[in-house]
């Protein structure tokens, strides 16, 4: 069993920040990429950000410049710092990893979602 866990969503004023954090636990051989995928209200969920086991990463283009991916190998979490949030940034973020089990066994595991609210 794997298990994701995030935090750190919450209501933020435009222009403001607000830090994501996600732990991965549970029957991991590796892991070979972790990421951040957001789903609006009637929207499709869509990809927010990646980041590679060698740490390359690739972000959709409406947060380019304004989020930042990052990962921690040895405890096994990712982090996403948003800045400058905008209301079109609201939707339920989830965080996704792609691991290895085993050695011939990988799989897409999803975290249970944390709402980031943009609003005056």
């Not at 009637?42 to 086991?53: H, P």
């Amino acid at each position: 069993q794997v298990q994701l866990a995030e935090s750190g969503g919450g209501l933020v004023q435009p222009g403001g920040s607000l830090r994501l954090s996600c732990a991965a636990s549970g029957s991991i051989f590796t892991i070979v990429a972790m990421g951040w995928y957001r789903q609006a209200p009637g929207k499709q969920r869509e990809l927010v950000a990646t980041i590679n086991s060698g740490h390359g990463t690739n972000y959709a283009d409406s947060v380019k410049g304004r989020f930042t991916i990052s990962r921690d190998r040895a405890a096994n979490t990712v982090s996403l710092q948003m800045n400058s949030l905008k209301p079109e940034d609201t939707a339920v973020y989830y965080c996704n990893g792609r691991l290895y089990t085993d050695p011939q066994s990988w799989n897409d595991y999803w975290g249970q979602g944390t709402q980031v609210t943009v609003s005056s």
